[in-house]
């Protein structure tokens, strides 16, 4: 379960958005940014245990396949998690703190870093047009750079649908870092439409061919 919003970006600042893509991918059809930040409540198989993952995101086209996301930078709160990741390609580190956490109808995805919060998410209930919440699916490629520059494509594959549950409401994003991609956005504190999700059900992750494209 989890917060998602994903924002347009402005034409002026497409070439930043290019420099902070790999040279083996290109602009998509219609740029943005996505951020997340969800709890894996239970993840197989063992030792893998549920973890809180959070993550930057571009969207981005390869030449050979679809269109899917390109990471900028993903803590986790699971050093199983995070090793496992970096094998592939994943941009993940450890965090001082990740959480996500109810209050009333509400909840807050925070995380901490030598004392800043490079993002919040805070997701309140409400009636409002999300026109790509049917559109970037569970099962939507993410691109990553492995130690050789090489892309692999990582692909959700979902096997089992028990219940899936989208609640659409208001996401306050709230930045703190000094890192380039928050140029990108515009302000340091802004409120857009997203989305609450729980999910139910069994999901595979896998390596498109099992190699690098």
Avoid at 33 to 41: G, L, S, V
Wanted: proline content about 7%; glycine content about 4%; overall charge neutral.
């Amino acid at each position: 379960m989890g917060i998602t919003i994903a924002l347009d970006i402005e034409e002026i600042k497409l070439s930043l958005y290019k420099s902070l893509l790999p040279e083996q991918l290109e602009l998509p059809l219609r740029p943005q940014m996505m951020f997340y930040i969800y709890h894996f409540t239970k993840i197989f198989p063992w030792p893998l245990k549920g973890y809180i993952e959070a993550a930057v995101c571009l969207r981005a086209q390869h030449p050979q396949t679809q269109e899917g996301w390109y990471i900028l930078t993903m803590p986790v709160s699971s050093r199983m998690a995070c090793r496992s990741g970096k094998w592939v390609g994943y941009p993940k580190y450890i965090p001082d703190s990740l959480t996500l956490e109810s209050f009333d109808d509400e909840w807050v995805g925070k995380i901490v870093r030598e004392e800043k919060s490079p993002f919040i998410l805070k997701f309140s209930p409400a009636d409002v047009d999300v026109w790509w919440k049917d559109v970037y699916r569970r099962d939507s490629a993410f691109f990553l750079v492995d130690k050789n520059t090489q892309i692999n494509q990582m692909q959700p594959v979902i096997h089992k649908v028990k219940s899936y549950e989208i609640e659409t409401g208001n996401v306050t994003l709230t930045l703190d870092s000094d890192e380039e991609w928050t140029n990108l956005v515009h302000g340091s504190d802004q409120t857009m439409p997203g989305i609450f999700h729980k999910f139910i059900g069994k999901v595979f992750l896998t390596r498109k061919d099992q190699k690098p494209l």
